[in-house]
């Protein structure tokens, strides 16, 4: 059975920098599109980085873009996720997910998905907390 662990989470002050780890077992990541998501307490959750098993291209959510910044590192079975410039609304549990539907990286980023994409893998998650 297949199992995604998150790990890098803590707490930042704003400005601040965090990378998020996604390590899988029981599966190989590079057949997967594997996206970021994150839901802060009281909120829904949020699409931020995709990462393409195609050709590695990245997608990221507006609020991110510039930001954060997905990659892979396909000898380790991992993806991250590096955060720079955190700010206070960065504050939520953040997830990483694996999936083989094709247009999942184009539907992550999305303020409204028009389409609900299937995940294969879901991680526990990993608390970030952006605060002075």
């Known amino acids: 059975q297949g199992q995604l662990v998150e790990s890098g989470g803590g707490l930042v002050q704003p400005g601040g920098s965090l990378r998020l780890s996604c390590v899988a077992s029981?599966?190989?990541?590079?057949?997967?599109?594997i996206g970021w998501f994150r839901q802060a307490r009281g909120k829904g959750r949020e699409g931020v980085s995709c990462?393409?098993?195609?050709?590695?291209?990245?997608y990221n959510a507006d609020s991110v873009k510039g930001r954060f910044t997905i990659s892979r590192d396909s000898a380790k079975n991992t993806v991250y996720l590096r955060m720079n410039t955190l700010k206070h609304e960065d504050t939520a549990v953040y997830y990483c997910?694996?999936?083989?539907?094709?247009?999942?990286?184009?539907?992550?980023?999305?303020?409204?998905?028009?389409?609900?994409?299937?995940?294969?893998?879901w991680g526990q998650g990993t608390q970030v907390t952006v605060s002075a």
């Open positions: 997910a694996a999936t083989r539907d094709p247009l999942a990286c184009t539907v992550v980023p999305a303020k409204n998905p028009p389409i609900v994409i299937g995940y294969d893998y």
């Open positions: 029981g599966f190989t990541l590079d057949y997967y599109n």
């Open positions: 990462i393409s098993s195609s050709d590695n291209r990245t």
